[in-house]
């Protein structure tokens, strides 16, 4: 039932109580019938379920076989460190699932511990959770509300409900009965569960408790929004099919091949296939993957964004959407006085005398020492109180006062000025017009002054005076007003918020603002903020389409107003029906539904409450909306930077697969051992893979589009290059060092040329299509460290006798090092001269189709 469509007597008989409450025995059946007043939660699964589920996707498999693979060649070490990147990825995995518990706990503290009631007309404090439906609460300012009720009386009655509907002001209660159907934030004869009351008192009929109040409606949406996967993941775990698929199709043909061609024997060809497995498996990827992550989740903390969840930093890079709530994220939470307007020329009035009103006619203030930045109240009152600050105007002594209250809409004031009684007066403009003396061109002219505001999403209040007698005794009812002017109050949009909205847009981000505020007050602040689309839909106009309409809705809509928890689920659920990667920001409980749902979501750590920052990925440290565009930034360098890893790291390990492959395919024994591959995996892994992951932004990057979100982290492009470059690591290497006599050297002249051929192709990695040697090169320090360490790894291997006998090696001659080096100047060349010749390609592509 839609109990603010019904009049209080109709409620209480609908609920079968009175305005004296129910009786104990009665609260007691219902609470045995209808259950306890808290938020239900969901079944949860066993810790050992929760733990293990992370440890058998396919990357997890292939690392534990391999693993298993490197203990049966004896190389326990190495499996021992697969082991432990198998575990902490794991354990990486289940810590960041326990945000949806937290969410639940979230929504919990929320909650009120206590409540006041009547029951057969005796005043009586109860826990909350044994609220039922029928009850009768009392309620006074800074009471949480334990419950769904409807007002029975109601004094003076401003409650906080910014978290739950987004309305960035208290809103005014009453009792009057509403006739129309009204979104959450218009309901004015209902106080909802969770909210705060701000000032005044109230009567209220308990309607909905637990699961069925608003706030109850929210823990429902949170609990039955499944967990996203992010685009990375989903991109590794394709990755890693191609890599499972393609090794699966070298050892099935490689079995057949060389027991039909040369009849090998069983053990020899496991030997092969085991060789072959430790070869191609780039079992240090993982580890280095969440160690470039790791490093942009640190990197991040210190731009004031504070990434929970490993990926969810490349998500940031890859979003397209971005859907924006408006308090607070995109506007300061600070309602501002933005417009003043004095009375139409000719006129003595100036801005000094509107602020000696704005500054005497309140109640927040009391002392001339008292900060106003540091006043609590009502936004209003310190909105007015924050603009006359700036003219240092005096506090003047109250000789009387007309308190405001909802009947007449206005507040008065009467100060001793120069031995007179000065009335000032503020309040809502159509009253206060009604109470001025006024001719017909001074009432148009305010009535025309008042529209423009208002159609600035401004809230407005009329400032005026009058002189009495200094005995008068001023009365509700005033007259022959003098209006000296008008002031449009508004939260205003945050400057760098603008600026941040149009770099999103430069980087083919779209910007969408989704808010409960009134949808004149959120068409305004999209104008200033720069949105693309001026047109709005509000919550009701949400209601009336299907999930298809609302799928094309959404495409062409940047405003969204008077929307409720679960018009923001469809909204973003909408959004990724159509493909789009989308970040939801938001601070208030209303928001956590949508958040989670959300590609990532983005809390306000300020002001967000604490169940929106445990449903998000990211909490932004200073509510900044400036700030998810230097993270987008980060995530885009972040991806870039994985890209350039995995490219690096794939043709290393194809190398040394292709020579056991050949050695396979020709009938020759290995050309080098297990232990001489594994230490080319270790010289790769240790020193060169995680220099890419230190690698700046392109000066491009937030000029680019987003990129696809169906494309797979390695294009056909990637692929051909890794197989060419591969093939060039590998072959001519093997042939020429199959023509040295000493197996020795020809075993250490091949290990050799591949560590330094990949050491250059690491420099090619640096740019996926410019050119690699550049000025940026000398900002990476990490680039240096790693060939520095790189050149004191390998050289021990070449020099120090101990060495040479642990993995069978032994030195060179310069003329032997000078060949090396060449063939392995001549790939990095190849490759750049591959580069080069695509981009010039590319470049004629575009010119041909602009």
């Known amino acids: 039932m839609n109990y603010y469509n019904q009049t209080p007597e109709k409620t209480l008989q609908h609920l079968d109580t009175t305005r004296k409450g129910l009786p104990e025995t009665e609260r007691h059946a219902r609470a045995v019938r209808l259950g306890p007043n808290k938020l239900k939660e969901s079944k949860q699964k066993p810790l050992w379920q929760k733990i293990g589920k992370h440890f058998i996707d396919l990357l997890m498999i292939v ?77 006074h300012s800074g009471d949480i509300l334990p419950a769904d009720v409807r007002l029975l009386e109601a004094h003076d009655l401003l409650v906080e409900e910014a978290a739950l509907t987004g309305e960035s002001l208290p809103i005014e209660k009453s009792t009057r009965v509403l006739t129309s159907s009204l979104p959450l934030g218009d309901r004015v004869n209902m106080a909802f569960s969770g909210t705060q009351i701000q000032a005044g008192s ?11 109040t608003e706030i109850g409606k929210i ?25 499972f698929k393609g090794l699966m199709l070298f050892i099935v043909f490689l079995i057949f091949f060389t027991t039909l061609r040369y009849g090998m024997e069983a053990n020899l060809l496991l030997s092969a296939v085991i060789a072959l497995i430790v070869a191609v498996v780039p079992e240090g990827l993982p580890a ?108 003047l002594a109250q000789e009387q006062k007309i308190p405001f209250h909802s009947k007449h809409k206005y507040m008065a004031t009467a100060h001793l000025i120069d031995h007179k009684l000065t009335l000032f007066v503020k309040g809502a403009p159509e009253v206060l017009l009604e109470k001025a003396n ?88 999209g104008r200033q903020i720069g949105l693309k689309h001026d047109a709005a839909l509000e919550g009701q106009d949400i209601d009336r389409l299907t999930d298809a309409d609302l799928a094309k809705a959404v495409k062409q809509t940047d405003i969204f107003a008077r929307t409720t928890p679960e018009h923001k ?97 020709t009938d020759r024994p290995l050309p ?29 990057t937030m000029k680019r589009p987003p990129r696809n979100p169906q494309e797979k982290i390695l294009s056909l492009h990637s692929i051909a290059r890794i197989l060419y470059v591969s093939v060039l690591v590998t072959i001519p290497a093997y042939l020429f060092s199959s023509q040295v006599a000493n197996p020795v050297v020809a075993q250490t002249m091949l290990l050799h040329s591949i560590v330094l051929a990949q050491a250059l192709y690491m420099i090619n990695c640096r740019e996926l299509l410019d050119t690699s040697v550049n000025k940026s090169m000398l900002k990476n320090k990490a680039l240096w460290i790693s060939l520095g360490a790189l050149v004191l790894v390998q050289g021990s291997l070449l020099t120090l006798p101990i060495m040479q006998s642990m993995i069978g090696t032994t030195s060179l001659t310069l003329m032997q090092h000078l060949v090396l080096l060449a063939g392995a100047l001549l790939i990095f060349s190849i490759v750049e001269l591959e580069k080069k010749v695509l981009k010039q390609l590319a470049k004629k592509r575009q010119e041909q189709t602009a």
């Open 288 to 395: 280095v993957l969440t160690m470039i992550l790791s490093m942009g989740v640190k990197e991040m903390s210190e731009q004031k964004a504070i990434v929970k969840s490993m990926p969810a930093v490349e998500t940031l890079g890859s979003m397209t959407v971005i859907c924006s709530d408006k308090t607070g994220t995109l506007t300061k939470n600070e309602m501002t006085v933005t417009d003043i307007v004095l009375p139409a020329a000719p006129t003595t009035v100036t801005t000094r005398d509107l602020t000696l009103i704005m500054n005497n006619c309140q109640d927040l203030r009391t002392s001339e020492s008292q900060d106003v930045t540091k006043l609590q109240g009502n936004p209003t009152e310190l909105a007015l109180l924050r603009y006359a600050a700036k003219d240092q105007q005096p506090l």
């Open 672 to 700: 080098l051992s297990p232990v001489q591959i594994l230490w080319v995996n270790m010289v790769t892994t240790i020193t060169l893979s995680y220099a890419l992951g230190f690698e700046k932004a392109h000066k491009d």
């Open 63 to 139: 690392l534990i076989v391999a693993g298993i693979l490197k203990g049966i060649t004896g190389d326990y070490v190495e499996m021992g460190i697969i082991f432990a990147v198998v575990l902490i990825n794991g354990l990486i995995g289940y810590f960041q699932e326990r945000k949806a518990e937290a969410s639940l706990n979230g929504l919990k503290q929320m909650m009120a511990q206590e409540a006041v009631i009547l029951t057969q007309g005796q005043r009586k404090k109860v826990a909350a959770e044994s609220l039922v439906p029928g009850d009768v609460l009392l309620l």
């Open 202 to 212: 109230a009567v209220g009929i308990v309607t909905n408790i637990g699961d069925d």
């Open 219 to 243: 823990n429902h949406a949170l609990q039955s929004v499944a967990p996203q996967t992010t685009p990375l993941i989903r991109k590794m775990n394709q990755l890693n099919q191609q890599i």
């Open 569 to 665: 689920l469809r909204i973003v659920t909408a959004l990724q029906a159509q493909g789009e990667i989308v970040g939801m920001t938001g601070d208030g409980v209303n928001d956590a539904p949508a958040l989670k749902k959300a590609d990532i979501g983005i809390a306000m750590g300020i002001k967000g409450s604490e169940v929106t920052k445990e449903a998000a990925d990211m909490v932004l440290a200073d509510d900044n909306f400036a700030t998810i565009a230097r993270a987008v930034k980060e995530g885009r360098r972040i991806f870039d930077n994985l890209k350039k890893t995995i490219n690096f790291f794939l043709p290393s390990a194809l190398a040394q697969g292709l020579l056991v492959i050949f050695a396979l395919l």
């Open 438 to 525: 006024l001719t017909d061109a001074e009432r148009i002219y305010w009535q025309e002054q008042i529209a423009q505001l208002a159609q600035k999403g401004q809230r407005v209040l009329a400032l005026a005076q009058k002189f009495l007698a200094p005995e008068a005794i001023i009365q509700d009812e005033l007259a022959d007003l003098t209006i000296m002017g008008l002031a449009g109050i508004i939260d205003p949009p945050k400057g760098a918020a603008i600026h941040a909205i149009a770099e999103c847009q430069q980087a083919g981000i779209v910007v969408k603002m989704i808010t409960g505020d009134h949808k004149d007050t959120a068409q305004a602040i």
